[in-house]
């Protein structure tokens, strides 16, 4: 595991997400428009064709494999790749997380057309996704780093598709473990709760976390 080091400091981070961003809520846009489209089944095969051209271009030149977690001069993570928060990743609604009081994380989500499981409700893998992200955010807040070990999810009622909030905060500490719990809500108030143990891996145990690792 390696965290990639880009040697940027955080306002050039921020002018190539303005470049990057763009393009992946474009792509986020077509992603719905194809789930939603009604038109002409004789037009299918145009737009598909248009669809490889721009996916060439854009393999015309790229990377070997994922984007990683990079992280900037001043530590700032760019974990664009991500399927919840990625900057560079259509998957992701993106949810852009918030931090509040003591180690509070949250974030105000649209989920739309690409998230349904039963009808017009958020598929639960998506809701358990989300959670298990953004209880990473809160079990990172110390500067620790951890990685889920148990996560329990529970599905109080169906979420409506549309506009959900979610927090987190770590509860309690033991040892290399931290307790972690969370919700997530939609208009009609919390549907799905979330407790986890994410526990620091013995390479951070042994070195305080002071630089990323290589
Ligand atoms: C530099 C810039 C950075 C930027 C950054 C940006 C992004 C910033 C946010 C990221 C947010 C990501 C949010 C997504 C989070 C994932 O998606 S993480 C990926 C999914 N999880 C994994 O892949 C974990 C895979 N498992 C492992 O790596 C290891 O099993 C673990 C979990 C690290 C534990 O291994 P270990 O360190 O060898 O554990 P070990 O020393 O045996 O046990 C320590 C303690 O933990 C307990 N424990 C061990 N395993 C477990 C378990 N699975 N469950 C519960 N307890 C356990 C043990 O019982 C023990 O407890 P005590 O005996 O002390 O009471």
């Known amino acids: ?5 880009e040697d940027i400091d955080d306002v050039e981070m921020e002018r ?7 393009l992946t809520d474009a792509v986020r846009d077509l992603v719905d428009a194809v789930i939603r489209t009604e038109v002409a089944e004789g037009e299918i095969p145009d737009v598909t064709a248009a669809v490889r051209a721009v996916t060439e271009r ?4 790229q990377s070997d494999g994922p984007y990683g977690v990079r992280y900037t001069r001043a530590g700032t993570g760019m974990p664009w790749g991500n399927p919840a928060v990625g900057v560079r990743n259509a998957v992701a609604p993106p949810m852009r997380v918030q931090a509040g009081d003591d180690g509070l994380r949250w974030a105000d989500v649209r989920l739309g057309a690409a998230y349904e499981g039963p009808p017009g409700l958020v598929h639960g893998g998506i809701c ?5 992200h953004l209880l990473g955010e809160a079990a990172g807040a110390d500067g620790t780093p951890s990685f889920t070990g148990t996560i329990s999810v ?21 040892g290399p473990k931290k307790f972690v719990t969370g919700t997530l809500s939609d208009a009609d ?6 407790d986890a143990v994410f526990v620091i891996p013995r390479w951070a145990r042994a070195t305080p976390p002071q630089e990323a690792p290589q």
């Open 1 to 5: 595991m390696t965290f990639v080091f």
């Open 16 to 22: 190539r997400r303005s470049v990057v961003e763009p």
């Open 58 to 61: 854009l393999r015309s030149r």
């Open 128 to 132: 358990a996704l989300l959670l298990d």
């Open 154 to 174: 529970r599905y109080l009622r169906e979420t409506r598709l549309g506009p959900v909030h979610l927090e987190a905060r770590t509860d309690r500490y033991d």
């Open 189 to 194: 108030g919390p549907s799905v709760v979330a």
